[in-house]
């Protein structure tokens, strides 16, 4: 098993602890929404609906659109592209893009963004351990081990996260992501902290 198991608590309970526990987003918004026409509403809950209605929209949907994981997906696509004179400002220009999808660009920094990069985090980690393609050595052919497919998200990560951004001087404003990631992937797996470790040996 790679990941580590948790309880299951009640996300009312000592609000905000359990915020994303509540895994539809339209059950979260509505919460959220009920929260601030309260008076305990708090400036943070302001902010909790700022970046909610900025990663998913403000409508209510059967499947909303999570900008987060399309900046990502986009970024991942960047990353498989081999940069040269003829196409750096092209792939800039896109990847600034990925970023103000990922509220990394032009966007406020505070604790309720962070909390939501660190929701992301577990959300794309959860959706690799998941995801067939991680799993295979080749199209329809074996599987991978624990580690390596640990050590494939971990790729991920690092390409998208520091040395994408490291081609266009834009390490220091990935730094946060990049630092919530990896913190969130060595406290989320089993022996996370072993395989990011082993990871960023072998990249010496």
Known sequence: MLLKQEQNTNYLENWPEHYYEIKDINERHRVLLDILKTQNKTSDDILRLEVLEFRFGKNIAAKRADRFMRGWINAKTLSTERISFFN????????????????????????????????????????????????????G????????????????????????????????????????????????????????????????
Request: with cysteine; charged share 30%; aromatic share 10%.
């Open 88 to 139: 750096k400002k092209r792939i800039e220009k896109e990847f600034r893009n990925c970023l103000k999808d990922l509220a990394v660009l032009d966007y406020a920094r505070n604790d309720v963004l962070r909390g939501e990069w660190k929701s992301f985090s577990e959300e794309f980690i959860l959706s690799c351990i998941n995801s067939h393609s991680y799993k295979q050595i080749a199209i």
């Open 141 to 204: 052919v074996g599987h991978v081990s624990d580690k390596n497919v640990a050590m494939r998200i971990a790729g991920d990560i690092d390409s998208i996260t520091k040395k994408l951004p490291a081609s266009f001087s834009l390490e220091e404003e990935c730094k946060e992501l990049h630092e919530i990631m990896v913190k969130t992937y060595r406290e989320m797996l089993e022996n996370g902290a072993q395989y990011w470790n082993d990871y960023c040996t072998n990249l010496r």
